[in-house]
């Protein structure tokens, strides 16, 4: 859906910075452009997963996995309108990336 709205054709990703990441419960300052939140799943890895195996399967990273997690993603930029960025600028501000907040693990 977010490719389809923002005229990607292909997949985009951006990277999840510690200085830009806070546990729940948080609170994060308006930094003055546009905020959208976004519901995630976060899969806390608990191994690493041997590249020779990749492509990896479902039943590959549910053995690997060590947690889940509740995540808020905020989507910040100063592009204007951002929908209209375009991949380059996109990749360019690290996929519209503002800031993480991470809910708590969840083991079975």
Do not use: C, H
């Not at 951006?14 to 939140?37: C, H, K, N």
């Amino acid at each position: 859906m977010s490719r389809a709205l923002l005229g990607i054709d292909g997949p985009f990703f951006g990277r999840l910075y510690e200085q830009m990441t806070s546990l729940s419960p948080a609170t994060i300052t308006d930094v003055g452009y546009f905020w959208v939140y976004e519901a995630e799943i976060a899969i806390e890895i608990g191994r690493d997963l041997d590249l020779a195996a990749a492509p990896f399967d479902a039943g590959m990273i549910k053995a690997a996995t060590r947690a889940v997690r509740p995540a808020i993603e905020i989507i910040g930029t100063p592009f204007t309108p951002w929908v209209q960025a375009g991949g380059p600028n996109l990749v360019s501000d690290n996929a519209a990336f503002g800031y993480w907040i991470l809910g708590n693990p969840i083991q079975d």
